[in-house]
């Protein structure tokens, strides 16, 4: 694959580049995703936060609070583990935040933007490269709970779908610190804004425990929390249980996030570019 886009001859003579086309831009979106892709095995140290981060939390609100929470550390996995995997998917797309800010900061994108490339394929794989770090974290994730004895009764096909809405909730979410990562130009803040926006959305929602032991207030906010819709609709799926109603409101919760962030993204990128 190569960013390409094919010259024309102007009428005063020199050389003008025309709009690339669908297939020029898809080609050039793949093959900003596949440079993010080849620059993580030499740097094996990037994914530790994806990969051993999982493991580090399950055995830990697993094995410390299991039996205070729920009185059997098994049972507490098998509550946990949808809310582990929610919880690793917000933290994991940060990443993306951080390699733009890193991007933009080290010139990168002057250079990406002296090429003859459509505007919007830089944003395009930085998204698709956080991507697939989400896959080999989910991939990680799973096999760590199956070792630990968390099992699947919804069956396969519902582990599949779980995985599905939950890349896809990281795919929207992703949108939201490309934004924070244009708009700060320090990459260390973008890190930690990142995580205090996070940190409340995590633990004010039902991934730990359930939302009717919570204070009023706070259990409001934790059902309205789109965490907590995440987490109902993987526990569905993983686990069985309701899906349809938690599955439509993260779908809901999902769109409203691309309509909001995407365009300011782009709006963003066009300015500082």
Not at 55 to 84: E, H, K, N, R, S
Request: proline share 7%; hydrophobic share 55%; charged share 10%.
């Amino acid at each position: 694959m190569t960013l390409d886009a094919t010259p024309t001859e102007g009428p005063a003579g020199p050389a003008l580049r025309s709009r690339p086309s669908l297939r020029q831009a898809l080609s050039q979106c793949a093959t900003l995703t596949w440079r993010g892709v080849v620059k993580i095995p030499s740097n094996p140290l990037g994914l530790a936060d994806v990969v051993i981060g999982p493991a580090v939390f399950l055995l830990l609100f697993g094995y410390v609070f299991g039996g205070a929470l729920a009185g059997d550390t098994d049972a507490y996995l098998q509550y946990v583990f949808p809310g582990i995997v929610a919880m690793m998917t917000l933290f994991a797309t940060m990443g993306v935040g951080v390699a733009l800010s890193t991007d933009l900061s080290t010139g990168v994108f002057d250079r990406l933007r002296s090429l003859p490339i459509v505007r919007s394929a830089p944003l395009v794989g930085a998204v698709g490269t956080d991507v697939v770090r989400q896959v080999v974290s989910l991939s990680a994730l799973l096999a760590f709970g199956l070792l630990l004895g968390v099992r699947f009764p919804a069956g396969p096909l519902s582990v599949l779908g779980a995985c599905a809405l939950a890349l896809s909730f990281a795919l929207a979410l992703s949108w939201a610190w490309v934004l924070l990562a244009l708009v700060v130009d320090d990459t260390q803040a973008v890190q930690g804004l990142a995580a205090v926006l996070i940190l409340p959305l995590t633990f004010a929602s039902n991934v730990f425990v359930r939302v009717e032991t919570m204070p009023g207030w706070m259990e409001a906010f934790a059902r309205a929390n789109p965490v907590s819709h995440l987490v109902d609709a993987l526990r569905g799926l993983l686990m069985g249980g309701p899906v349809a109603e938690p599955v439509l409101d993260t779908l809901l919760w999902m769109a409203g996030v691309v309509i909001v962030f995407a365009p300011l993204s782009l709006r963003s990128y066009t300015r500082r570019t």
